[in-house]
């Protein structure tokens, strides 16, 4: 019996247009902080806040989005958003104050969150369900590819040719992203949208029950994934080991694009369970390996580790959350996966910083190390534990 096929077309699109809606986001994430201290002499402070508002906007936004999604249609939805993204890219061009260009990563991260929202809820429905890990899996490399490759065409960009050329290549890149997401086509049945019956306002109805537990765990862990992505460049001059820091995440998406043909698949044969243990203690593994760095070999073998580890972990995270959701909840779903995972992100990059202030960074990777393993506690009584009580309930019933 031959499986389902995954590579279409609209699959194809939809993981272009994510591919570029992150390439902007990655782009601009290296880039504009260093653009406020040299260009408005800000502070440090307000440097940071360029992506602090992008990420508070858009984790705002996503819960709002699981709604429209329901209500309006997830093409709707998604080419609205992008519309919105590729607009407030033009924007950039224009603001002469610290203040414009927050108002601007306002309106830009209202965007990003409702187009990344649809585009999950959208991928979620063109995948065939007996392939549903292996798909998500192909779907988040859209996001590790353009994490390797935006910060190196933005600071390509500010540091060869300036900050016109910085803002010209972030609108191309957006317009991009709504190109590819015009061409998508989805089936009748997926752009049918079942009359709801209106309710009132509830913070209940901005959220999916279902997926709040993986939510919660894949929260949990981005908190140390923002520590590498704040501080491992950081970390990397302080062992002298500058010059191949821009590898690391270099060799994180190269392990991570040779094991996903395998992963994803034993995640549709397995289940998750199978899959999350070996990669959790990777994962610390990786954070361990890190922590004692003292060449090249061991600061890229740390990222093959985590790439293997981590890398596994979150498309795994969200599938089980689009999974546990009824079929006209999966935009739901999807807005509650990544606004509890940026809001990991956005805690993360505050705390960590923290932290990192009162300690060196290798004891703070060796201490990660040991976090990342409370996780596992986490998913046993979040998800695992529930699964098979729910389990066993259903072979009680049926004898």
């Given amino acids: 019996m031959s499986k389902p096929k995954l590579w279409t077309k609209d699959f194809i699109s939809i993981s272009l247009s994510n591919f570029f809606l992150f390439l902007t986001f990655y782009i601009l994430l290296v880039t504009l902080p260093i653009f406020a201290l040299k260009e408005f002499h800000s502070s ?163 959220f999916e029950a279902s997926a709040v537990p993986i939510s919660i765990v894949g929260g949990f862990l981005a908190i140390v994934y923002s520590a590498l992505l704040s501080f491992v460049s950081v970390y990397a001059s302080e062992i002298h080991l500058a010059n191949v820091a821009s590898l690391f995440f270099v060799v994180y998406a190269a392990f991570l694009l040779l094991s996903r043909p395998f992963t994803g698949k034993w995640l549709d044969q397995y289940g998750s369970n199978v899959l999350f243990y070996p990669c959790i203690i990777l994962f610390a593994i990786g954070l361990l390996v890190l922590s004692k760095a003292d060449g090249a070999f061991t600061f890229l073998l740390s990222a093959a580790l985590i790439g293997l580890g981590w890398g596994t972990l979150f498309p795994t995270f969200q599938t089980i959350a689009i999974q546990d959701a009824a079929p006209n909840k999966r935009g739901l779903a999807t807005a509650t996966f990544l606004s509890i995972y940026d809001t990991g992100i956005a805690l993360g990059s505050f705390f960590i910083g923290l932290v990192a202030a009162k300690m060196s960074y290798s004891s703070l990777y060796f201490l990660c190390a040991f976090y990342v393993l409370i996780g596992a506690v986490l998913y046993y009584f979040f998800h695992h534990a529930k699964k098979r009580e729910t389990s066993s309930k259903l072979k009680s019933q049926e004898q």
């Fill in 44 to 206: 440090a402070s307000q440097a940071g806040l360029m992506t602090t508002v992008f990420l508070l906007s858009a984790i705002i936004s996503r819960p709002l989005a699981g709604q429209w999604l329901e209500r309006a249609g997830s093409r709707k939805v998604l080419l609205t958003a992008l519309i919105i993204f590729a607009g407030a890219s033009l924007f950039y061009f224009f603001p002469k104050s610290i203040t414009g260009f927050l108002i601007i990563r306002l309106l830009h991260g209202v965007g990003f969150g409702i187009a990344t929202t649809a585009a999950g809820t959208i991928v979620a429905d063109l995948i065939p369900s007996s392939r549903r890990g292996e798909g998500m899996g192909y779907f988040v490399m859209s996001i590790n590819m353009a994490m390797v490759l935006g910060p190196f065409l933005g600071l390509l960009a500010v540091q060869q040719w300036g900050s016109s050329w910085l803002f010209t290549l972030t609108l191309v890149v957006a317009i991009a992203a709504l190109l590819t997401g015009l061409s998508i086509k989805l089936p009748k049945k997926e752009q049918k949208v079942e009359p709801t019956v209106q309710s009132s306002f509830s913070v209940r109805n901005l």
